[in-house]
């Protein structure tokens, strides 16, 4: 039997929450995560269905799609008190907030105990930037950016779309942003091929992105600066919603983050995001601490929308 619409919205609010509380409890699971099969089958369906054009890859996305919500499906029916433990499992399931910081936390430690090679090894964790280009400094201007980054990939707006479509909306953001991870890169294979899952990225986080700017803004601790470098910096970024989350994170840490970023296959030169000096380690672990003040807050409102509209009972006379 389906819930009536204003129990399901309170077992998705409570299904985010919790799925939160386990996240920071347990971070991801290190054998068998449910997203590393997310990219084994688009992986599958990428052989198969590849050609140097966009139309292959809208096809590809979704292929991948349809093949992840039919799975789902099941843990989408769950009904009565199972069903804001299926959301929660859900939600774990696509966060990844908690992992995020644990791995920055790891690289503050190893580069505050002088080991540069321990924390080199760690930056493929973070980012797909080629870690033998990068010296000290560039180490730690890379893991702020990939905190600040992925504090609205890896935790706004999986709760975002949970908010908006419940286990559908967790399943089918992870897949997105999973997709655009392994091929939306501007490489000779993938400038094609990659083009929709991009695309569909950029759109999927067009709103969360900017959420999280507007909680930096609110909890950062420099609103102004905050403000003034999202406004000022963050359509120069080659990324619309990092652009936004980055510049909000170098205003409120008071610290100037851009300048040239080496890939593996290309070279940019990224812009110049705030107007403070270079971080170091202590501007590292101050990002790492932002970041899990924005997912918290970022729970509580994603709960809150999911309830807009249940009405509370009335007792009887």
């Known amino acids: 039997m389906n819930n009536p619409p204003s129990a399901r919205r309170v077992a998705r609010a409570l ?8 996240d920071l409890v347990f971070a991801d699971p290190r054998r068998g995560h449910p997203v590393a099969g997310m990219g084994t089958l688009a992986g599958r369906l990428e052989r198969v269905v590849y050609r140097d054009n966009r139309w292959a890859g809208v096809v590809f996305v979704g292929g991948c799609l349809v093949s992840v919500l039919t799975i789902a499906e099941p843990l989408r029916r769950v009904g009565g008190p199972g069903a804001a433990a299926a ?5 774990w399931t696509v966060l990844g907030g908690t992992g995020l910081t644990r791995v920055a936390t790891a690289v ?3 580069l505050d105990a002088g ?16 870690p033998e280009s990068l010296d000290r400094a560039g180490m730690i201007r890379a893991t702020v950016e990939s905190v600040a980054e992925n504090t609205s990939d890896a935790t706004v707006a999986p709760l975002v779309w949970g908010a908006v479509g419940g286990v559908r909306g967790l399943i089918a953001y992870r897949m997105i942003n999973t997709l655009d991870a392994m091929v939306g890169h501007r490489t000779p294979r993938y400038e094609q091929f990659g083009w929709a899952a991009a695309r569909l990225d950029d759109v999927a986080n067009l709103v969360p992105a900017r959420l999280a700017g507007v909680i930096v803004i609110a909890i950062g601790g420099r609103p102004t600066g905050a403000a003034s470098a999202w406004r000022r910096d963050a359509r120069a970024h080659p990324s619309p919603n990092a652009g936004v989350v980055e510049s909000s994170f170098a205003g409120a840490l008071g610290i100037g983050l851009g300048g040239t970023t080496v890939y593996r296959h290309r070279v940019e030169e990224r812009p110049r995001l705030g107007d403070g000096p270079a971080p170091d380690v202590a501007d590292l672990r101050r990002a790492i601490t932002l970041s899990r003040r924005v997912q918290l807050v970022s729970a509580v409102l994603a709960s809150a929308a999911s309830t807009v509209g249940v009405r509370p009972r009335r007792r009887g006379n």
């Open 15 to 22: 299904g985010l929450v919790a799925g939160l509380g386990v």
């Open 87 to 91: 959301t929660a499992a859900a939600t």
């Open 108 to 110: 503050a430690d190893a």
């Open 115 to 130: 080991d540069e090679q321990a924390a080199r090894a760690l930056i493929p964790s973070l980012c797909g930037r080629d």
